[in-house]
C-alpha cells in the first residue's frame, strides 16, 4: 500500500502564503494521478486540486483558481500545492491522495495521508 505524509501546514495570516507537500512511498501504475481535499471543520470534503502522473493535466476547484498551484517532482515522489491569497475560508485539513482510473469525477481514490492542518487567521 502507498504510504502519503503531508506536511507545511500551520497558522497563517490572510493574504499569506504556504506550500503543502505529500510525500509518497511511491505510486502504483494504476493510481498514480494525485489530489488535495480538504475538510473545514464541520463541513463534507471538498475537492481542492489534482494532477496527473506526468504534471501536464491539472484541475483546480473554482474556488482556488488563480490562488493554488499543484505541482509534482516524480524524482521525489512528492506533490505539492502552492497557497497564495489565503482567506478564512482556506481554513481546513488538507489531505493528498492517490487517484486510481483515468476520469478522476469517478473519485476513485486510492491511499490518503493523515492531513495537515491550514488554519488563516490574523
Known amino acids: 500500500e502507498v504510504q502519503l505524509v503531508e506536511s507545511g501546514g500551520g497558522l497563517v495570516q490572510p493574504g499569506g502564503s504556504l506550500r503543502l507537500s505529500c510525500a509518497a512511498s511511491g505510486f502504483t501504475s494504476g493510481c498514480a494521478d494525485t489530489s488535495w481535499v480538504r475538510q473545514a471543520p464541520g463541513k463534507g470534503p471538498e475537492w481542492v486540486s489534482a494532477?496527473?502522473?506526468?504534471?501536464?493535466?491539472?484541475y483546480y476547484a473554482d474556488f482556488v483558481k488563480g490562488r493554488f498551484t499543484i505541482s509534482r517532482d516524480n524524482a521525489k515522489n512528492t506533490v505539492y500545492l502552492q497557497m497564495n491569497s489565503l482567506n478564512s475560508e482556506d481554513t481546513a485539513v488538507y489531505y493528498c491522495?492517490?487517484?486510481?482510473?483515468?476520469?478522476?469525477?469517478?473519485?476513485?481514490?486510492?491511499?490518503w495521508g493523515q492531513g495537515t492542518q491550514v488554519t488563516v487567521s490574523s
Open positions: 491522495a492517490t487517484m486510481c482510473g483515468t476520469n478522476w469525477e469517478d473519485f476513485d481514490f486510492g491511499s
Open positions: 494532477i496527473n502522473r506526468g504534471g501536464g493535466i491539472t
